[in-house]
């Protein structure tokens, strides 16, 4: 092969999207394991996608600030925690108010909403002539006090959301989806990601918050009420946080510190992507949830083979060496520009520092 015809190959490789690349690598992993692993890896990527699916909506909230505040909000992961307590205070019989599962979901969404606009108001936005590590400091500081306010209010033992979960089905070859856990999460998650989509596409909202996220000073000096925006943005990614917790709520047991342990994934998930590209926090939380799964196939069957002693448990490190991965071989992510790789990296040192705490 000639050098010109193998750097025209090349090129017209560069010219691939990332995401359609790595997208088209996991279809073909996942085609891989099943005929390696027959139903257990197909199984096992039914669930990673409804766990990702948790993921998209947590780091497509969190996306949305960094975008606009740059710097990473510590305290999301609680902010998700606090839109399922609201829900669970709401409805459950015993030791809430009994009330509906959907009056509870928009109490859960409008109570985390404004939570985010009163930390914007009352905190980050005094912070905003600082170094963006005095933030990040603050929201830590948040997310402790968000944490031991739940664990005062509701206790540390673990509360079940009233949702009747049915038994599951199967739609053959020795399936089984259960519809609230994987049914329910995954056409939640798909309507909000549309929403997300058509919000920030055409919507004059949506063009003035991608507008303060590539160059705010710019924006404000364009006329753009920038700080309304961000204020919208925050209430925003409340929202989003909020589903999320309750999605969240309806899978697991939930705890005051169910949102932090997410919250490791979730930076993964916006690393992944890039960070500040609310579509590549998308693509970044399927690729998160997918991984973690996966990985678990491979690690049960090296515990079943005597290779590994307690397999399962190291689940969540596919995840971090997906991160690893593509942070070695695109450090500003799979969507993101050269302006985040200096932002991913600080982050990634963060959660490595956080896991081997």
């Known amino acids: 092969m000639s050098a010109g015809k193998l750097s025209r190959i090349l090129l017209a490789f560069d010219r691939v999207p990332w ?41 497509s909230g969190l996306s949305l600030t960094y975008g606009i ?32 599962l959907i009056l509870g979901v928009i109490a859960a969404i409008l109570a985390v909403a404004f939570l985010g606009i009163f930390l914007e108001l009352a905190i980050f936005r005094r912070l905003e002539r600082r170094e963006p590590v005095a933030a990040l400091i603050a929201s830590v500081g948040v997310a402790l006090v968000l944490q031991n306010l739940l664990s005062l209010t509701f206790g540390g033992d ?31 998650a798909v309507a909000l990601i549309i929403f997300l989509h058509i919000l920030l596409k055409y919507t004059t909202l949506g063009k003035a918050m991608r507008a303060c996220a590539d160059d705010l000073d710019l924006a404000r000096s364009s006329g753009i009420n920038t700080r309304n925006v961000i204020l919208w943005t925050w209430g925003i990614s409340g929202a989003l946080a909020a589903v999320a917790g309750i999605l969240v709520a309806i899978i697991v047991n939930l705890t005051p510190f169910v949102g932090f342990f997410l919250l490791l994934f979730i930076f993964a998930a916006v690393i992944i992507g890039g960070i500040g590209n609310p579509y590549g926090a998308m693509l970044g939380g399927l690729i998160v949830g997918l991984v973690q799964k996966l990985s678990s196939v491979v690690l049960t069957a090296l515990q079943t083979a005597k290779v590994l002693e307690g397999g399962s448990a190291y689940e969540p490190a596919g995840a971090f060496l997906a991160m690893i991965v593509v942070l070695l071989l695109r450090p500003q992510g799979i969507m993101g520009t050269s302006r985040e790789v200096q932002a991913n990296r600080a982050i990634a040192r963060r959660i490595r520092r956080a896991i081997w705490k």
């Open 158 to 188: 673990p509360k079940q959301l009233p949702v009747p979960i049915p038994a599951d089905i199967s739609p053959g070859f020795g399936l089984s989806v259960n519809p609230v856990k994987e049914g329910v999460t995954l056409v939640v």
């Open 69 to 100: 505040k740059k710097f990473a909000n510590f305290a999301h992961g609680d902010m998700m925690t606090v839109g399922a307590y609201v829900a669970f205070a709401l409805t459950d019989p015993v030791e809430g108010f009994g009330q509906p």
């Open 19 to 59: 995401s359609l690349i790595l997208v088209g690598f996991l279809l073909d992993t996942i085609a891989v394991m099943g005929l390696v692993f027959g139903k257990f890896a197909i199984q096992a990527a039914i669930l990673g996608v409804s766990v990702g699916a948790v993921y998209v909506l947590g780091a």
